[in-house]
């Protein structure tokens, strides 16, 4: 077992990219359950077609996500996660696993990228990381 860091990743594992999550998708925003329903169904299919079909191991995974806002807006990383809820699915569904094992770390918010917003997603086999908390 190795220990394991949040940067750099290793780039062998599957991931994928998704564009900055809609404003629609976020938790705190209401919008009419149609177009809402209409984001996140379109949300889960991108992140379907941006995922590499591959086969995961048996096991449970530690999902990372990085995150390149457009702005230096704070964001608030559970708000993050919730956005994300139907690209993970989409991902998920791709690779042929359900959700359920995955253990989600506390987002990564980096350095602003106004040309590419976007939200990289990782999966981290949990046999290969020794979390230690100091």
């Known amino acids: 077992m190795s220990e394991y860091k949040y940067w ?3 780039d062998h594992y599957p991931a994928t990219m998704v564009d900055w999550p809609a404003k629609e998708l976020w938790p705190n925003r209401r919008y009419h359950w149609h177009a809402k329903r209409q984001a996140l169904r379109k949300w889960r299919d991108l992140a379907f077609s941006y995922t590499p079909p591959r086969q995961l191991p048996s096991g449970g995974f530690y999902l990372v996500i990085a995150a390149f806002p ?3 807006r704070k ?3 559970d708000n993050l996660v919730a956005a994300l809820k139907s690209a993970i ?3 998920m569904l791709r ?4 959700d359920s094992i995955l253990h989600p770390l ?3 918010i980096l350095k602003p990228d106004k040309y590419n917003p976007r939200v990289e997603l990782y999966l981290i086999p949990e046999a290969n990381v020794t ?3 100091k």
């Open 8 to 10: 750099p990743l290793p």
């Open 70 to 72: 457009p702005d230096r």
């Open 75 to 77: 964001r608030d990383r």
């Open 89 to 91: 699915d989409g991902m």
């Open 95 to 98: 690779l042929g696993r359900d």
């Open 106 to 108: 506390p987002p990564i």
């Open 131 to 133: 979390i230690t908390i």
